[in-house]
C-alpha cells in the first residue's frame, strides 16, 4: 500500500504548486452573451499601480499584455445550467517587480458540471452497479453499499480493467508504469466553480474542483493552496486517479516541502497486483516511512468480498523494505479463519525471512502429511529453506535446501533425512547439489549430483504427484565448450538404480569419463561443401558387465544441390570405431575395430497451387521424398553392447542413417525409403489444415547386424535378423481443424503378416482457459512375444471442463486394455473466480513395480506388476496472498494437454 499512497502524494500532489498563475481575480472583466450564452472574459485594460516592494516569486513577470478572450463552452441542453457566479474580491496592489511585459495569461476554459455527479469521465464502460448477497455471512460485510459504490467509480476511472485477465490461464500481467516524461510535458489544468486569491500565495478553489495532467486526475469539492508553507488541504469526496492506482479519501492534508501526509477514511485500487481496499487513517510521516490505522483489503474484483485481511495498525518502511502488521486476522466467505498478534513481511520485492504458506496431503503408504517451510534469508547472495515434514505413519522427515551465487556461478544444495522410519526402523535420506558456472559466454560447467537411500524413497516418502516416472537417479558432470563451427563436452556420468523391476544388464553402463569433439564448416565454393567432423571417447564402467574404453571418429562430406523447388543431398561419411576392452570373455579378444563407409542421397520435390475449399482459399502442396542408404555388412558381434539399443519405427525414423542408437552398432543397409507429404496450408494465417505423410522402406537385401553378439544381452530378443524386402507402411496425420480442435493420428500397416502393428489416434479440443477435453489410444504389438505380454492397448482421456458458477471439473484417466485395469488416473473439481482458487483432486496410480521373470530369465516372459496405490491432495490460493496445500499447477500442465498454468 505504500507504493499507492506514495504516488499520489509525490506524482500528483506536488504538481499544484506549478498550478495556474496566481493573479487578482479583478483584472477580468466577463460578461454573457444575450444571443450565445457564452461568457466572454477580458482582462482590464485600465492601467493599475504597481507597488515598489520584492516579489513574493523569483520568477521575473513581464508587463501585462491584454490576453485573448477565454470562451465559455455553452451548457448542453439535457444538463441542468449550473449556477456560476463570479464574485470580485476586495483588490490588493500585487507585487510585481518592474520589467518590460508581463506574459499573457492562458485562457480557462470553466466546464460545466452535474450537481449530483463529479466531472470525472469514465475511462471503463462499466456494467450495472451490483453486490454480493452477504445475507449467510456469519461477520458483517467487509465494505458496506456506499464504499463499493465508490470502488465501482475508482474501478470505471481507470485506463484498463485490472481484473480483465483474472480467470485466464494464459494471464500476462500489464504494464502499469506511469509514462513520467509525458506528465512533465504535459500542463496542469484546474478547474473550479468558484477560485479566490489572496496576497499571490494563498488559493482556495472550491465547487467540482478538477486537477488533470496527462494520465493524473483529481477530484474534490475544496481545495486550499497555501505556496509560502507548501500546504494542500483538499476536503470532500477526494478522488484520484492515474494508470497505477485509484484512491478516494474524506480529507486530505499534504505537507509538499516535508514530504507529509495526512489522509482519512481512505479507498484505493492498486490494478497491477490487482488489490483494493481501505484505511481509516493513512500518515506519512517521510519519504521512506509510512503508517496505517485499521486497513483492510482484498484481490477481489468490486462488489465480490469473498475474502480480505485486517489489521489495526501497518507500517511500512520503504528504505529497509519491510512492513509489519499489529493484530492482523483474515476473514473468508464472513468466517474468521486465522489470526495473529503480530507479523513481519517484505514490503516489496526484497527477501525477508519467516514462515511460508504450509502444504498438506495424504497418501495411501504414509498417510497424512503436513509441511511447514521456513525461509532465511542469510545474505543477499545465499540462502536457505528448512522444511520439516511429517508422516502419520512414518514419522518426522527433515529437510531443506541452500542457494547461492556469485557472479560466476549458482547452484542449490538439498538434503532430506528422516531419523527413523517408523514402518522400516531404519534411517533414511536423500541429497542432492546442482551448480553452474559460466566462465565465459563460450564456456561453462555444470555439476548435478543426486543420491538416496533406497529404491522406494521416492514412491513410499514422496506423494501421488511427485512419483516419478523415471527409472534412475543420474548424476553429471560436465564441462562445454561452443563457438561457431566447433564445440566441445567432456562428462563423467553415473546412474543409481530405483526401479527394482531392473536387474545385472538392464542397469546403464557409467562414463567415467566422455570426451566429444565436433567441427562443422560450409565452404563457399562454385558447388557448395558441407563438412563436419566428429569425435568421441568413453571410458564405460559396469559392475558386472564387460568394461571398456572405445573411440570412435566419423568424419563426413555433403554437397547440398537445390532450387526452389527441389533438392538433391549426396552424402558421404567413413566411421571408425576401436575398443579395448578390460574383461573380455574368455576366447575373445580385448581389442577390436570397425570401420565402415556410409553413403546416402536425400532428394525431394516440393510442389504447391492454390484451391478453394468451402469457400476457403488455401495452398496445397505435395512433396515427394526418396532417401537412399548403403553400408555394407561386417561382423559386429564381438563388440559388447554400452549404450546401445534399437530405435522405435516411426515415420521420421525412415530417413535415419542407423536405426541403432549410440555407436556399438552400425547397421547393414542396401534400401530406399520412399515418402509422400501433402498438406493444405490456410496461407493469411500460416494455420496448417491438414497434413498427411505416408512412407515405406524397400530392403535389396536382408539386415543381419543385430544387437546379439558374443555378450549375452536381454536386447537381444527385440533384433532378430530381419529378411522382409519391405518394412511396415507407415502413416501420419494431423489436422487443425479449427482454432481449437486439431487430430493428431498414426498408422503402421505390415504387408507380410496383413496386420496393423502400431497405431495412435488424438483428438484435442483446447479453448482456454475453461475447456479442454483430449482423446487419446495407443496400440503397439511386439511379434516377437506371442503371449502379447508385452504389447501395449491403452486409452488416455484428459479435460478440464466448467460445471457451474466457476467450478470445474478436472481428471486424467490412463487405462490397459490389456490387462483391464488403470495404469494412471485422477479426478477432482477445482473453483476459480478473480480472488481465490481451490482445488481437490483424488489420484490413483500403479507404484512400486516388481518384475515376474521366469527361471531362465528370458525377456520374452519378462512381466513387471505394480501395487495400486492413491492420495488426496487439495489446494487453496488466495490470490495476492498466499496458498496452502500442494502446487497443482505444475501437475496439471504435465497431465493434462493443453492447459498452461497461469505465468
Known amino acids: 500500500m505504500s507504493f499507492m499512497f506514495r504516488r499520489f502524494i ?63 463552452e455553452p451548457v448542453k441542453p439535457e444538463l441542468a445550467k449550473p449556477d456560476v457566479r463570479i464574485q470580485p474580491i476586495e483588490k490588493k496592489p500585487l507585487s510585481i517587480p518592474r520589467a518590460e511585459s508581463i506574459t499573457p495569461i492562458p485562457p480557462v476554459t470553466v466546464k460545466a458540471c452535474d450537481s449530483e455527479k ?88 472550491s465547487g467540482q474542483v478538477q486537477m488533470d495532467r496527462a494520465d493524473q486526475h483529481a477530484e474534490a469539492h475544496i481545495a486550499n493552496y497555501d505556496s509560502v508553507s507548501q500546504t494542500l488541504d483538499l476536503h470532500g469526496d477526494v478522488y484520484y486517479s492515474e494508470d497505477e492506482i485509484a484512491l478516494h479519501s474524506d480529507t486530505a492534508s499534504l505537507q509538499l516541502d516535508s514530504d507529509q501526509a495526512t489522509l482519512r477514511d481512505t479507498l484505493f485500487i492498486y490494478p497491477s497486483t490487482p488489490l483494493r481496499g481501505l484505511a481509516k487513517a493513512v500518515y506519512r510521516d517521510s519519504q521512506t516511512l509510512s503508517h496505517y490505522k485499521d486497513v483492510t483489503y482484498t484481490s477481489c474484483k468490486p462488489g465480490n468480498q469473498d475474502w480480505a485481511i485486517h489489521a489495526s495498525e501497518l507500517k511500512l518502511n520503504k528504505e529497509t523494505g519491510k ?116 566462465f565465459t559466454p563460450n564456456l561453462s560447467a555444470n555439476l548435478d549430483l543426486n543420491y538416496v537411500s533406497d529404491k522406494n524413497y521416492f514412491a513410499e516418502l514422496g506423494n501421488a504427484l511427485s512419483f516419478p516416472n523415471f527409472s534412475f537417479v543420474k548424476s553429471e558432470a560436465n564441462v562445454n565448450y561452443v563457438r561457431p563451427g566447433m564445440s566441445f563436452m567432456t562428462r563423467v556420468e553415473s546412474y543409481q538404480t530405483i526401479d527394482a523391476s531392473l536387474k545385472g544388464g538392464q542397469i546403464p553402463y557409467r562414463r567415467l569419463p566422455q ?9 563457399a565454393t562454385p558447388i557448395a561443401l558441407d563438412t563436419l567432423f566428429e569425435t568421441e571417447m568413453v571410458n564405460f564402467q559396469h559392475g558386472s558387465l564387460v568394461n571398456g574404453q572405445r573411440f570412435n571418429i566419423k568424419p563426413s562430406i555433403s554437397v547440398p544441390l537445390q532450387t526452389a523447388s527441389t533438392y538433391v543431398t549426396p552424402k558421404l561419411a567413413v566411421q571408425h570405431t576401436q575398443y579395448w576392452l578390460n574383461n573380455p570373455n574368455p576366447g575373445l ?86 515418402a509422400l507429404t501433402t498438406r ?6 500460416g494455420l496448417e489444415r491438414l497434413r498427411f505423410s505416408i512412407g515405406e522402406i524397400f530392403y535389396f537385401r536382408n539386415r543381419e547386424v543385430t544387437l546379439c553378439g558374443e555378450y549375452p544381452s536381454s536386447f537381444c530378443a527385440i533384433s532378430p535378423v530381419e529378411t522382409a524386402t519391405q518394412s511396415p507402411l507407415a502413416t501420419e496425420l494431423s489436422s487443425q481443424l479449427t482454432r481449437h480442435i486439431s487430430i493428431d493420428g498414426g498408422l503402421q500397416w505390415d504387408p507380410d503378416t496383413n496386420s496393423i502393428v502400431r497405431g495412435k489416434a488424438a483428438l484435442h479440443f ?38 457451474y458458477d466457476n467450478w470445474y471439473g478436472v481428471g486424467r484417466w490412463q487405462y490397459s486394455w490389456l490387462y483391464n485395469n488403470t495404469q494412471d488416473g485422477f479426478i477432482g473439481v477445482e473453483k476459480e473466480n478473480c480472488c481465490w482458487r481451490f482445488r481437490v483432486i483424488y489420484r490413483s496410480y500403479l507404484n512400486s513395480l516388481n518384475p515376474v521373470i521366469d527361471a531362465n530369465q528370458q525377456l520374452s516372459n519378462y512381466v513387471v506388476e505394480g501395487t495400486q ?4 491432495f487439495f489446494q487453496i490460493e488466495l490470490k495476492g496472498l498466499t496458498g496452502i496445500g500442494e502446487k497443482l499447477d505444475n501437475f496439471f500442465e504435465s497431465s493434462i494437454y493443453g492447459y498452461r498454468k497461469p505465468d
Open 323 to 438: 512492513g509489519s502488521a499489529k493484530h492482523t486476522w483474515l476473514e473468508f466467505k464472513g468466517v474468521p479463519v486465522f489470526y495473529s498478534p503480530y507479523l513481519a513481511f517484505p514490503a516489496d520485492n526484497r527477501r525477508l525471512s519467516g514462515f511460508l504458506a504450509p502444504s498438506f496431503g495424504n497418501t495411501q503408504t504414509s498417510g497424512f502429511n503436513i509441511m511447514v517451510p521456513y525461509y532465511w534469508n542469510i545474505a543477499p547472495n545465499y540462502d536457505a529453506t528448512l522444511s520439516p515434514r511429517y508422516f502419520t505413519k512414518r514419522g518426522v522427515l527433515l529437510g531443506g535446501d541452500f542457494r547461492y551465487l556469485s557472479e560466476q556461478s549458482r547452484g542449490i544444495i538439498s538434503a532430506e533425512y528422516m531419523p527413523e522410519d517408523s514402518i522400516l526402523n531404519t534411517d533414511r535420506y536423500q541429497g542432492s547439489l546442482k551448480h553452474t558456472t559460466i
Open 869 to 872: 496405490q492413491s492420495g488426496v
Open 515 to 523: 570426451v566429444n569433439l565436433s567441427f562443422n564448416h560450409s565452404f
Open 10 to 72: 509525490l506524482v500528483c500532489l506536488p504538481s499544484l504548486s506549478a498550478s495556474v498563475s496566481l493573479a487578482d481575480s479583478s483584472a477580468w472583466n466577463c460578461k454573457q452573451d444575450a444571443q450565445t450564452k457564452q461568457w466572454v472574459c477580458l482582462g482590464d485594460t485600465s492601467q493599475k499601480a504597481v507597488a515598489e516592494s520584492e516579489p513574493s516569486a523569483s520568477i521575473p513577470i513581464k508587463p501585462l499584455a491584454e490576453p485573448a478572450p477565454a470562451v465559455i
Open 766 to 803: 483446447v479453448n482456454q482457459p475453461d475447456q479442454i477435453i483430449n482423446l487419446g489410444y495407443l496400440y503397439r504389438l511386439n511379434p516377437l512375444i506371442p503371449d502379447r505380454s508385452n504389447d501395449i492397448t491403452q486409452s488416455d482421456i484428459s479435460f478440464r471442463w466448467p460445471i
Open 589 to 674: 579378444s580385448s581389442e577390436l575395430d570397425r570401420t565402415l563407409p556410409i553413403v546416402s542421397v536425400d532428394s525431394g520435390l516440393f510442389l504447391e497451387r492454390e484451391v478453394t475449399i468451402a469457400d476457403t482459399g488455401l495452398v496445397h502442396t505435395l512433396e515427394p521424398r526418396l532417401f537412399y542408404l548403403y553400408i555394407p555388412k561386417t561382423d559386429q558381434s564381438q563388440i559388447p553392447l554400452f549404450d546401445t539399443s534399437v530405435y522405435d519405427f516411426w515415420y521420421s525414423s525412415m530417413f535415419r542413417e542407423n536405426r541403432f542408437s549410440g555407436s556399438d552398432r552400425i547397421q547393414d543397409a542396401n534400401q530406399i525409403t520412399a
Open 118 to 205: 463529479s466531472c470525472a469521465s469514465r475511462k471503463l464502460p462499466l456494467p450495472p452497479f451490483e453486490t454480493q448477497d452477504h445475507s449467510f455471512r456469519l461477520l458483517a460485510p467487509i465494505f458496506d453499499h456506499e464504499q463499493e459504490r465508490v470502488f465501482y467509480n475508482l474501478y470505471g476511472q481507470l485506463k484498463h480493467d485490472p481484473w480483465e485477465n483474472c480467470l485466464s490461464l494464459t494471464n500476462t500481467p500489464r504494464s502499469w508504469a506511469a509514462d513520467h516524461a509525458l506528465r512533465n510535458q504535459s500542463p496542469l489544468e484546474v478547474t473550479s466553480n468558484y477560485s479566490e486569491i489572496f496576497d499571490n500565495e494563498i488559493g482556495t478553489y
Open 680 to 685: 493444405l496450408v490456410e496461407p493469411s494465417t
